[in-house]
């Protein structure tokens, strides 16, 4: 990819200090300059336990618990073709393919096989985004073997991520992470696809609404009603208009449809929160079970915020009902939680928890997290 187009405007800042502006005041740039790389594996816990297991390949799998209420963590392509998706309660996925294979699913060891993948990129490049346990983006404009060419770089990745570890990803190259992310999901499984910047907006044209950047289904369904299909109905947008209807992320909008996105690949990610949660296997009424739970969450919850070297002022506690009704209550507190405020962490739990109605039919769920963080250090504590 070469570095083309001339400056309509600032690169340096992904939003502008007063996005409230009329877009006339707006300078535009469209940097080409990079080579982002996006990589996804394929069906990722599903082919690691196929790999793992010989008697498992070709055959349909889905990952997670077949009993009671289990969900499909993800499921092969065999069983894709059947209907079955990730999230899908498994009595569903049973129902569509009658002869699914249910795996248990091993985190530890998916979080291994993630590491060598990590591995594999640090050949390339030390800029390196995790997106989750199978997801990445990388900078590879400046890459540790001198190649050229992204998508070169891409294959590379591709072909020893097969050859060592015996899975396989799908790689999408481009000069920004929006245009990668869609490249990488375009041809899969085993997918390699290069959007270069003159083909750009040919190729955002034809996307739905549904292919961009943080449209969700609810926001899927406000720009149908707003007459918003495809990206060539977004364009047609002022940004003032996006603004009014979509607060920030019109702005992102209005970007992203004319081919640009600064964001640059982290090395880190910036943590919002950390939290965990537990579904019941039966609803649960009484006060004393409950408060055990909590107990357990808490201790869970601290040991994420020490691995994760998190420290954030707001605690949530969260409880599904038995009629999946679910509530929130929060609790600022003047000094952050961090790994070693356990103490701490269950009496505010605890009075959260006091303060909130426990419905006859009893809870379904119960969950605590801690947000707002202050500081965030992931990945930099060589510094220390
Ligand atoms: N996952 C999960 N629950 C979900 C979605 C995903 O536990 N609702 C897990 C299982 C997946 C992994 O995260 O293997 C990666 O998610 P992807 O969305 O990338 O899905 P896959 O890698 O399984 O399939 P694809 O080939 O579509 O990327
Ligand atoms: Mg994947």
């Known amino acids: 990819m070469t570095s083309s187009e001339s400056s309509l405007l600032p690169t340096s800042e992904h939003r502008p200090p007063d996005v409230t502006a009329d877009e006339t005041a707006l300078v535009l740039t469209r940097d080409t300059s990079r080579k982002i790389v996006h990589v996804d594996m394929d069906a990722f816990y599903a082919s690691v336990e196929q790999r793992d297991n010989p008697a498992l390949r070709g055959r349909p799998i889905a990952v997670g618990h077949a009993e009671g209420r289990g969900v499909v963590a993800t499921a092969s392509y065999e069983a894709r073709q059947y209907g079955v998706r990730s999230a899908m309660p498994s009595a569903k996925a049973k129902a569509l393919c009658p002869h699914l294979i249910f795996v248990e699913g091993r985190m530890a060891h998916y979080k291994a096989v993630s590491q060598s993948i990590h591995d594999i990129f640090h050949r390339y490049t030390d800029i390196i985004e995790p997106i989750s346990l199978d997801e990445a983006f990388l900078d590879v404009t400046h890459n540790k073997r001198g190649i050229a060419l992204g998508v070169d770089v891409a294959k590379a990745i ?31 499984p085993d997918g390699l696809c290069t959007i270069h910047p003159d083909r750009a907006l040919a190729f955002i044209d034809q996307l739905p609404i549904e292919a961009f950047w943080g449209v969700g289904p609810a926001t899927a369904a406000k720009c149908h009603a707003l007459g918003i299909h495809k990206a060539p109905d977004l364009r047609a947008w002022s940004l003032s208009d996006l603004l009014r209807h979509f607060g920030q992320s019109g702005y992102d909008f209005y970007r992203f449809v004319r081919g640009i996105d600064d964001r640059p690949v982290r090395a880190w990610r910036e943590r ?22 909590l107990a357990d969450l808490v201790e869970e919850l601290t040991k994420r915020l020490g691995r994760a070297h998190f420290v954030g002022c707001t605690l949530t506690l969260k409880l599904r009902h038995h009629d999946f009704t679910t509530k929130t209550r929060a609790y600022t507190a003047e000094v952050p939680y961090g790994a070693m405020d356990g103490v701490r962490l269950l009496e505010d739990a605890q009075r959260l928890l006091l303060g909130a109605a426990i419905p006859a039919g009893g809870l379904r769920l119960m969950g605590l997290t801690v947000s707002t963080p202050i500081q965030e250090i992931e990945g930099s504590l060589s510094l220390f």
């Open 158 to 188: 591709k072909a020893e991520i097969r050859a060592e570890l015996g899975l396989v990803a799908s790689a999408g190259v481009s000069y920004n992470k929006f245009l990668a992310k869609i490249a990488s999901d375009w041809r899969k």
């Open 272 to 293: 919002k929160s950390v939290g965990c949660e537990r579904t019941f296997r039966h609803d649960l009424r009484a006060r004393r079970q409950i408060a055990q739970v």
